[in-house]
T-cell receptor, first 115, second 115 residues
Framework: GAGVSQSPSNKVTEKGKDVELRCDPI?????LYWYRQRLGQGLEFLIY????????KSGLPSDRFSAERTGESVSTLTIQRTQQEDSAVYLC?????????????FGPGTRLTVL | GNSVTQMEGPVTLSEEAFLTINCTYT??????LFWYVQYPGEGLQLLLK?????DKGSNKGFEATYRKETTSFHLEKGSVQVSDSAVYFC??????????????FGGGTRVLVKP
């Protein structure tokens, strides 16, 4: 595809349920990032992948959050036992490599609502 | 840690007015600075960037100059159009030799341009 895609675009779940969010980066991009944007706030960094490894997980808010990447392509962000404060738009971005000279291209996001 | 502070919106302007959105940052080292824009119903996209002190980024009539002495990266446009209505985010990256290029964002400024 031409850009970063994410699915689902919207997800409504009940408190306590697990959810999986998917990101398909631009083909050939080795770096992949997850961010989240809570209502009325800026974006918060969650995790960074270089290839299939995650050298920076410092933004994951708790051990309920995990992410993996396979085949240097698709990434999934999993939130276990969701809480209402997890409600946010989750954004994925990819770049050619993980240096500051490479623009990050963002997907349209997944809007997660935890009831 | 790194942080970005930008003026809160919404900012409401008339067409052809001058726009300034203030952005200041806190970081150790020499970060790269960015402005991202999110048009209604669209994903986040890079507007302009500057990678070293005194650099001026420019795109679509917008400009911002990297001022290390004042730790600022204010966004300006001399004559706005209705199509500039969007949310603007200031961001930084690469302040430390950490793996990857994770972005630290400000809270966003909503701009509404009226005809």
């Amino acid at each position: 595809g031409a850009g970063v895609s994410q699915s689902p675009s919207n997800k409504v779940t009940e408190k306590g349920k697990d959810v999986e969010l998917r990101c398909d980066p631009i083909s050939g991009h080795t770096a992949l990032y997850w961010y989240r944007q809570r209502l009325g706030q800026g974006l918060e960094f969650l995790i960074y992948f270089q290839g299939n490894s995650a050298p920076d997980k410092s933004g994951l808010p708790s051990d309920r959050f995990s992410a993996e990447r396979t085949g240097e392509s698709v990434s999934t962000l999993t939130i276990q036992r969701t809480q209402q404060e997890d409600s946010a738009v989750y954004l994925c971005a990819s770049s050619f490599s993980g240096t500051s000279l490479n623009e990050q291209f963002f997907g349209p996001g997944t809007r997660l609502t935890v009831l | 840690g790194n942080s970005v502070t930008q003026m809160e919106g919404p900012v409401t302007l008339s067409e052809e007015a001058f726009l300034t959105i203030n952005c200041t940052y806190t970081a150790t080292g020499y970060p790269s600075l960015f402005w991202y824009v999110q048009y209604p119903g669209e994903g986040l996209q890079l507007l302009l960037k500057a990678t070293k002190a005194d650099d001026k980024g420019s795109n679509k009539g917008f400009e911002a100059t990297y001022r290390k002495e004042t730790t600022s990266f204010h966004l300006e446009k001399g004559s706005v159009q209705v199509s500039d209505s969007a949310v603007y985010f200031c961001a930084l990256s690469g302040a430390r030799k950490a793996a990857g290029n994770k972005l630290t964002f400000g809270g966003g400024t909503r701009v509404l341009v009226k005809p």
